[in-house]
């Protein structure tokens, strides 16, 4: 299944190492996408801690870890992904 995001979170993502894959295919890359756990509804996602994914978009916080990416968060908001 394709997924489509908006103009604007393609262009804010620029640090995307996965070339977008997740658009593509769903997969981060080779792996699956981090498991959400919820949002604050502003362009955080909180993440299941998984310190072995390498991604530039993911920030700990506490003990928790925050994706700040643009596209990721879009595709949780519209297809829950």
């Given at each position: 299944?394709?997924?489509?995001?908006?103009?604007?979170?393609?262009?804010?993502?620029?640090?995307?190492?996965?070339?977008?894959?997740?658009?593509?295919?769903?997969?981060?890359?080779?792996?699956?996408?981090?498991?959400?756990?919820?949002?604050?509804?502003?362009?955080?996602l909180?993440?299941?801690?998984?310190?072995?994914?390498?991604?530039?978009?993911?920030?700990?916080?506490?003990?928790?870890t925050i994706?700040t990416?643009?596209?990721?968060?879009?595709?949780?908001?519209?297809?829950?992904?």
């Amino acid at each position: 299944m394709e997924f489509t995001v908006s103009t604007e979170a393609l262009l804010e993502t620029t640090n995307c190492s996965k070339s977008y894959s997740c658009l593509s295919t769903g997969q981060c890359g080779d792996s699956e996408p981090c498991n959400v756990i919820s949002t604050n509804g502003t362009g955080y996602l909180f993440l299941e801690s998984d310190k072995s994914k390498k991604c530039r978009y993911q920030l700990p916080f506490f003990n928790k870890t925050i994706c700040t990416c643009p596209v990721h968060f879009e595709l949780f908001s519209k297809y829950n992904v």
